[in-house]
Nanobody, 123 residues
Framework: VQLQASGGGLVQAGESLRLSCAAS????????MGWFRQAPGKEREFAAS????????YYSDSLKGRFTISRDNAKNTVYLQLNSLKPEDTAIYYC?????????????????WGQGTLVTVSS
């Protein structure tokens, strides 16, 4: 499975972005997908995850209510809608694919990663 993240950019605080992660390879629809982010000088942190079967979702407590993860198995794509962006949301956002059948919140649970897309939020 290969993952290609896109959609990042420079926005002002309060604006929105939609990140996309396009997957190639077989059985994409069988992977739990997730988004993580890494701010400068910080470790990669979990943002959101979505299962392949029921589309169950789970979010980091700090991001719940502002971010929405979704997937389109027909298009082999997972999305992350970022609303009400804050300067502290500035980070490289990575998508990952996990062979776990349930929600996966730990980076070690992921088998494949995209290259990341940079989101910069100015105040």
């Amino acid at each position: 499975v290969q993952l290609q993240a896109s959609g990042g950019g420079l926005v002002q605080a309060g604006e929105s972005l939609r990140l996309s992660c396009a997957a190639s390879g077989p059985l994409f629809s069988r992977y739990t997908m997730g988004w993580f982010r890494q701010a400068p000088g910080k470790e990669r942190e979990f943002a959101a995850s979505i299962t392949w079967s029921r589309g169950s979702t789970y979010y980091s407590d700090s991001l719940k209510g502002r971010f929405t993860i979704s997937r389109d198995n027909a298009k082999n794509t997972v999305y992350l809608q970022l609303n009400s962006l804050k300067p502290e949301d500035t980070a490289i956002y990575y998508c990952g694919a996990s062979s776990y059948t349930s929600i996966a919140t730990n980076a070690q649970m992921y088998d494949y990663w995209g290259q990341g897309t940079l989101v910069t939020v100015s105040s």
